[in-house]
């Protein structure tokens, strides 16, 4: 069983950076693989990014290559989104989620079992 927390949310004007952290609890942890998803209103949930257990790999949806950046510390069992240049389209409910994916599965909802229950980010214009 693995448990997955987010925080670090919250409201930013365009062009700011907010850190967002995913705590998780389990033995597996550190061979799981770890994603950040994305939900705004009345939308699908979406990929954000991802990274592999062995930290090898990391993905990113093209909207957020260059401005997000995802790391994982095994031993504080902990995922970060690094988000810098904000805008107001990133505006979302973004979930953490966890695991045994592997290779360009990390950029599928189908692949993480656990799920954190979410962290606000609005981003004003």
């Known amino acids: 069983q693995v448990q997955v927390v987010e925080s670090g949310g919250g409201l930013v004007q365009a062009g700011g950076s907010l850190r967002l952290s995913c705590a998780a609890s389990g033995r597996t942890f550190p061979t799981y693989a770890m994603g950040w998803f994305r939900q705004a209103p009345g939308k699908d949930r979406e990929f954000v990014s991802a990274?592999?257990?062995?930290?090898?790999?990391?993905y990113y949806a093209d909207s957020v290559k260059g401005r997000f950046t995802i790391s994982r510390d095994n031993a504080k069992t902990t995922v970060y989104l690094q988000m810098n240049s904000l805008k107001p389209e990133d505006t979302a409910v973004y979930y953490c989620a966890a695991g045994p994916a592997s290779g360009s599965n990390l950029m599928q909802r189908s692949s993480y079992i656990y799920w954190g229950q979410g962290t606000q980010v609005t981003v004003s214009s």
């Open positions: 990274i592999s257990w062995n930290f090898g790999s990391t």
